[in-house]
């Protein structure tokens, strides 16, 4: 994404939270392939008779962000961070439905940035039960990964949005992949 896109979605947040009636339109013109990016690499390990679609989980989840009141965005990683948070309680919330209808558990493969052995499928909900544990123990590192893992962002911009060095976030992130491996592994 260039600078001048960057500062573009900067620009628009600020209509947003100004009132803007038509900048939510111009913002996801800059921002859904990005968005469609993101929730198509959620949606990659999936299962392939998966009901919900990738352009149905960013449409979901640009509602639900563009619906917020009150909200003083800051800038694009920021509202990327909140865009991740956003997709990752959409999928939370379609697997437990489909869990509530006794269908069969919702499962999602972890690729190397969390290093589960074999890739093997995880269900979403006990990746999400884990997440929930590492924020009752390390809320930062429970962020970093957020930011990282579900939202894609770099080292730099998970520095920026947490306001701690990247070598901070380097070591935490570490630390909190090595703790998810041995989370996950146990639910197998």
Same mark, same amino acid.
């Given at each position: 994404?260039?600078?001048?896109?960057?500062?573009?979605?900067?620009?628009?947040?600020?209509?947003?939270?100004?009132?803007?009636?038509?900048?939510?339109?111009?913002?996801?013109?800059?921002?859904?392939?990005? &968005?469609?990016?993101? #929730?198509? *690499?959620?949606? !990659? /390990?999936? =299962?392939?008779? %998966?009901? @919900?679609?990738?352009?149905?989980?960013?449409?979901?989840?640009?509602?639900?962000?563009?619906?917020?009141?009150?909200?003083?965005?800051?800038?694009?990683?920021?509202?990327?961070?909140?865009?991740?948070?956003?997709?990752?309680?959409? &999928?939370?919330?379609? #697997?437990? *439905?489909?869990? !509530? /209808?006794? =269908?069969?558990? %919702?499962? @999602?493969?972890?690729?190397?940035?969390?290093?589960?052995?074999?890739?093997?499928?995880?269900?979403?909900?006990?990746?999400?039960?884990?997440?929930?544990?590492?924020?009752?123990?390390?809320?930062?590192?429970?962020?970093?990964?957020? &930011?990282?893992?579900?939202?894609?962002?770099?080292?730099?911009?998970?520095?920026?949005?947490?306001?701690?060095?990247?070598?901070?976030?380097?070591?935490?992130?570490?630390?909190?992949?090595?703790?998810?491996?041995?989370?996950?592994?146990?639910?197998?």
């Amino acid at each position: 994404m260039s600078t001048k896109n960057k500062d573009e979605i900067t620009a628009l947040l600020g209509k947003i939270t100004d009132g803007s009636e038509t900048a939510p339109g111009e913002l996801l013109e800059l921002v859904y392939d990005d &968005l469609r990016r993101l #929730a198509a *690499a959620y949606m !990659a /390990n999936e =299962r392939s008779d %998966h009901t @919900l679609q990738a352009t149905a989980l960013v449409h979901e989840a640009y509602m639900r962000l563009v619906d917020w009141k009150n909200v003083t965005w800051q800038n694009r990683a920021q509202f990327f961070a909140i865009a991740a948070s956003i997709m990752r309680n959409v &999928l939370i919330d379609h #697997a437990r *439905a489909r869990r !509530a /209808n006794k =269908r069969a558990g %919702h499962k @999602l493969i972890l690729d190397d940035a969390i290093s589960i052995p074999e890739q093997r499928p995880i269900d979403l909900i006990a990746l999400d039960e884990a997440m929930q544990s590492l924020e009752k123990v390390d809320p930062r590192q429970a962020k970093i990964v957020e &930011l990282r893992f579900f939202g894609g962002l770099s080292i730099e911009e998970t520095a920026f949005i947490l306001n701690v060095s990247e070598s901070t976030v380097r070591r935490e992130w570490t630390f909190a992949k090595a703790w998810f491996q041995r989370e996950l592994s146990n639910s197998f």
